[in-house]
Nanobody, 120 residues
Framework: QVQLVESGGGLVEPGGSLRLSCAASGNLFNIFAMGWFRQGPGKQRELVAAISTGGITNYADSVKGRFTISRDNAKNTVYLQMNSLKPEDTAVYYC??????????????WGQGTQVTVSS
């Protein structure tokens, strides 16, 4: 079973940047498509970005052009570079394995996530 640990969140002003990391345990990381999800206050969890094993990506419309997902299979880590952050990006961010369409989380078990707060 793959265990995922998210990190890199924090408080940032609007227009700022953060890079989130998701470290996976085990040696099967490079066979999984991975995604970042977020859950804002009073909102449902939603897909932010996903990346296939071959580097194909999928982004939510709300983050296109601002966020970039990447992965380093040698380090068993997936990243989310977030630029031009907006207050509406405030949420707890989680990573998870995703399906081949790069849209749905595959595991019902979620880590503790990492809090991102965008505020002046």
């Amino acid at each position: 079973q793959v265990q995922l640990v998210e990190s890199g969140g924090g408080l940032v002003e609007p227009g700022g940047s953060l890079r989130l990391s998701c470290a996976a345990s085990g040696n099967l990381f490079n066979i999984f498509a991975m995604g970042w999800f977020r859950q804002g206050p009073g909102k449902q969890r939603e897909l932010v970005a996903a990346i296939s094993t071959g580097g194909i990506t999928n982004y939510a419309d709300s983050v296109k052009g601002r966020f970039t997902i990447s992965r380093d299979n040698a380090k068993n880590t997936v990243y989310l570079q977030m630029n031009s952050l907006k207050p509406e990006d405030t949420a707890v961010y989680y990573c998870n394995r995703v399906d081949h369409r790069l849209t749905l989380a595959l595991s019902g078990s979620w880590g503790q996530g990492t809090q991102v707060t965008v505020s002046s």
